[in-house]
């Protein structure tokens, strides 16, 4: 018999369109500047910035702000901890679909 699914295993803070799509991305390049995510995504530089506030609070993501040249810039990196809920969150919406879970 295939585990059941339990909703509450759905990470909240992963879930809304735009923090998953953060992370998403930020699974495969490993590091983004805030203008290239801003662009990617397709959003504005606030709601980007409030999202990504919220991945920052739960320990998802790190950001760092410095300078290139004279040029402020912004990084997000994923956090261990990130690239681990992100992984159990995509686990709960393969159970969900009925995919079996990762080994």
């Given at each position: ?33 805030f203008n290239e995510l801003k662009a990617v995504l397709e ?28 040029k402020p810039r912004t990084q997000v990196r994923l956090t261990a901890e990130g690239r681990a809920a992100f992984a ?16």
């Amino acid at each position: 018999m295939a585990p059941r699914f339990d909703i509450g295993k759905i990470d909240d803070v992963i879930h809304g369109r735009l923090r998953l799509g953060v992370m998403a991305y930020l699974a495969n390049a490993e590091v983004a500047d805030f203008n290239e995510l801003k662009a990617v995504l397709e959003v504005t530089q606030g709601n980007l910035s409030v999202q990504l506030r919220k991945l920052e609070d739960a320990g998802y993501v790190t950001i760092e702000k410095g300078f290139l040249g004279r040029k402020p810039r912004t990084q997000v990196r994923l956090t261990a901890e990130g690239r681990a809920a992100f992984a159990q969150y995509l686990d709960a919406l393969g159970r969900l679909i009925g995919q079996p879970p990762a080994a």
